[in-house]
């Protein structure tokens, strides 16, 4: 008897054992497939890519930061991971040492970095005589910004005097880089963010060495100087001066809004574009190709390259005895080099041309020049150079970019135009053994037509797909079409306009300039058109709320696993990724925005838009506020809406669940509001019996400075968010009775 029950129950349990046998088995098998691709990795040597990662992460921990690290911290942490990588040389911790001294050398970096451009910034409100040396002049419509390296302010000592100013100056301005100006300023200190985990220009300034931002009023003359021109000021004025010409120039002979992005892809110079043609340009997804960047270098130096080439080419008996692959790559360094100078060095163009020269120096020395491992060495320098510039979505999307593009470019070939792979799968390979030009000529263009538009949609797609958490984080919005603008612009500027731009530079300083510029013009001119046709198309910029920043850890840790690895472990990061941007639509907007001044707020009512409350912020920050709050509208239109009731002494709104918000402006307020509204904000000090549900008074703010509030369905507080005026050196600490911005858009066009 019992030994049928006990056959029975073998019976019973034999499908569980089986399922349980070929559970086992198949995890053998996984176990032995992920450590074939991990030994694919190793002997790849794609680990290694994960040092510019650890790096990029200890810099992002040092802006993080609350209160200023001290100077030997960051050597420090790196000298112990470093011999401790060394005594673990032959163990299997020797990676994760690596990986920590790097990100130490990071947070080194950016330590050295901020106490090497340390600079006095104006620590309040001034009106007082300026005198310094005009660096650069950005002529703008219906204004100009200078950049003054400061002689003289008032009666401040040079201890306390900023090193830099940028102000803004109305009407055509005739003042020329490298003279000596004397007028009356209204300074203020560069603006914190207008929001927790928004634009703060005054990390950026300090990198910059610009100490106050505002405007000049009255007449500005020229003054003799007390001291000698600086050799790094004369050098920089004298090539803003030849960029401002040739901007001139080119704006002359083309005329218009193409005139001036014609001129702003050579020279850098972007203010002459009207608004409603950047718009149009972030509406079909191409704003990058005003912005120069790597699109720009790697078309300039790549032109260089292939001319310098071809013409070596043309001499048959120089061709065979020297490498002239290797000549020409010298020649678009130095155009490259030279291209950077010209269109103003800033920080995005200095990376394309860190790339730029790595790519190219990697022919001279007989190495692959487009591959990860150079990018890594790229960003590596661009680290210890400018670390400040990690945090920033220019930094970010490009090298995002670069890195998906990379990527693509291994899995389809090492020929840019692999994609031609599938499409042949298609239409059919030739015979065995027969080459390529065997085939008829149409079928070869069709080919080769239909490859390069494969590339270029994937092109396109991978560097949209990589840019796009960058862009909902920083600018909280996408173009959806901009795969469609890509393609219908970007020939044009590869093949008119760009080439065009080198031959009229060339030309400029010979007079024979025009042709090459009106040429130039009929391709930018279309171009607009076409961004015009995209960005009129209906959604054509989607937008998302401000999100934390733990989501878009998530996006990038996907975005990193996948790019770096080359076998299928890569797909283990979308998983990540696939979270991160879950939780970022799961993320709730702000519903109340509170600038650091308490005089101006913002809160979302019971219809879901943003309504401003009390003066009204600047244009700029009104837009950081709408773009986080997920409102598609623009910021004339919200502040023209209006929505709160006011009298002299106090603003009044609605809160989402319907309960009543006061901005006081003068303490009579206080008496009946305090008993009325569940929230009170005031640039004043509220009296100790005022206790509201959330109260944002001159001493919360003097705590922090600017607020996002989430508001609870019951009225209460759940969560605020503010930016703290902690401890760093581009960080002050103002009375709460000053202004965030400037009024009246002081220095415009902020940032």
């Not at 019992?2 to 349990?13: E, H, P």
């Not at 290694?48 to 960051?74: K, N």
């Not at 390979?429 to 270029?456: M, N, Q, V």
């Amino acid at each position: 008897m019992k030994a049928a029950t006990s056959v029975r129950a073998g019976r019973a349990l034999a499908p569980v054992r089986g399922l349980e046998a070929r559970l086992a088995s198949a995890a053998e098998v996984l176990a032995d497939r992920v450590r074939a691709w991990t030994g694919r990795e190793i002997d790849a040597r794609r680990p290694g890519l994960w040092l510019p990662v650890a790096a990029m992460g200890g810099i992002v921990v040092y802006f993080a930061a609350e209160v200023e690290p001290t100077p030997w911290a960051g050597p420090a942490g790196f000298a112990l991971f470093a011999a401790l990588a060394v005594l673990l040389r032959r163990h299997a911790g020797a990676g994760l040492a690596v990986l920590a001294a790097f990100a130490f050398a990071g947070f080194a970096s950016a330590t050295w970095r901020t106490g090497r451009v340390s600079a006095p910034v104006l620590q309040g409100s001034l009106s007082a005589p300026l005198q310094g040396f005009v660096e650069t002049v950005d002529p703008r419509l219906g204004s100009a910004r200078l950049l003054i390296r400061v002689t003289a302010l008032g009666d401040l000592p040079e201890a306390s005097r900023p090193l830099r100013v940028r102000v803004t100056i109305q009407g055509r301005s005739t003042i020329q880089p490298g003279e000596h100006v004397a007028a009356q300023a209204r300074l203020l200190p560069p603006p914190e963010a207008s929001r927790p985990g928004g634009y703060a220009f005054n990390r950026e300034a300090y990198f910059q060495q610009i100490g106050a931002i505002g405007s000049l009023s009255g007449a500005v003359s020229l003054a003799p100087a007390a001291v000698p021109i600086p050799w790094d000021t004369w050098a920089t004025a004298a090539v803003d001066r030849a960029r401002n010409s040739l901007t001139e120039r080119i704006i002359a002979v083309i005329g218009g809004a193409p005139g001036a992005v014609a001129a702003s892809l050579v020279t850098g110079k972007r203010g002459m574009i009207p608004d409603a043609v950047n718009d149009d340009l972030r509406g079909a997804g191409i704003y990058h190709v005003v912005s120069i960047s790597g699109l720009h270098m790697v078309l300039a130096a790549g032109m260089a390259f292939w001319i310098v080439r071809a013409l070596l080419a043309a001499f048959p008996g120089l061709a065979l005895r020297r490498d002239i692959r290797k000549v020409a790559a010298a020649s678009a360094m130095a155009a490259g080099l030279a291209y950077n100078v010209f269109a103003g060095s800033e920080i995005a163009t200095q990376r394309s041309l860190i790339m730029t020269m790595i790519l190219f120096g990697a022919m001279l020395v007989s190495r692959a020049a487009i591959s990860m491992r150079n990018l890594a060495i790229a960003a590596l320098i661009v680290m210890a150079l400018e670390p400040e510039s990690v945090p920033g979505p220019s930094f970010q999307m490009s090298f995002a970019a670069v890195a998906a593009l990379i990527a693509l470019y291994e899995r389809t070939g090492s020929d840019p135009r692999g994609a031609e792979t599938g499409l042949l799968a298609v239409l059919g390979r030739p015979g065995d053994g027969a080459p390529s030009s065997a085939l008829p000529w149409p079928y070869r263009a069709a080919r080769w037509c239909a490859g390069a538009a494969i590339g270029a949609v994937l092109t396109t797609l991978a560097a949209e797909a990589a840019t796009g958490p960058f862009s909902l984080y920083h600018f909280q919005r996408i173009s959806p079409y901009g795969l469609i603008g890509n393609a219908l612009t970007l020939p044009l500027v590869s093949f008119i306009v760009m080439p065009m731009a080198l031959l009229g530079a060339v030309a400029w300083p010979f007079g024979l300039d025009a042709p090459a510029w009106m040429a130039m013009g009929v391709g930018t001119d279309w171009m607009l058109r076409l961004s015009a046709l995209v960005a009129g198309w209906p959604g054509s910029t989607a937008g998302l709320h401000a999100f934390g920043p733990g989501a878009l850890a998530l996006m990038v840790a996907g975005l990193m696993w996948c790019v770096i690895w080359i076998t299928p472990l890569r797909w283990l990061g979308v998983a990540p990724a696939a979270v991160g941007l879950a939780l970022a639509l799961a993320e709730r907007p702000p519903d109340l925005f509170v600038a650091g001044d308490g005089r101006a707020a913002a809160v979302r009512d019971p219809s879901g838009k943003l309504v401003f409350v009390g003066r009204g912020p600047g244009g700029f920050v009104a837009e950081q506020w709408l773009r986080a709050a997920g409102d598609p509208r623009t910021a004339t239109e919200a502040l023209a809406a209006g929505g709160g009731r006011c009298d002299a002494s106090a603003c009044v709104a609605r809160l989402p669940d319907g309960a009543a918000l006061s901005l006081v402006r003068l303490p009579e307020a206080f008496e009946t509001d305090c008993r009325r509204a569940a929230a009170i904000v005031t640039s004043l000090p509220a009296p100790g019996w005022c206790r509201p549900a959330l109260l944002m008074d001159r001493a919360r703010l003097a705590e922090g400075g600017a607020f996002s509030v989430l508001w609870g369905a019951a009225g209460v507080r759940e969560q605020a968010e503010r930016t703290p005026r902690t401890d760093r050196p581009w960080r002050r600490k103002p009375s709460p009775r000053e202004s965030n911005e400037p009024e009246g858009q002081a220095d415009e066009g902020l940032p």
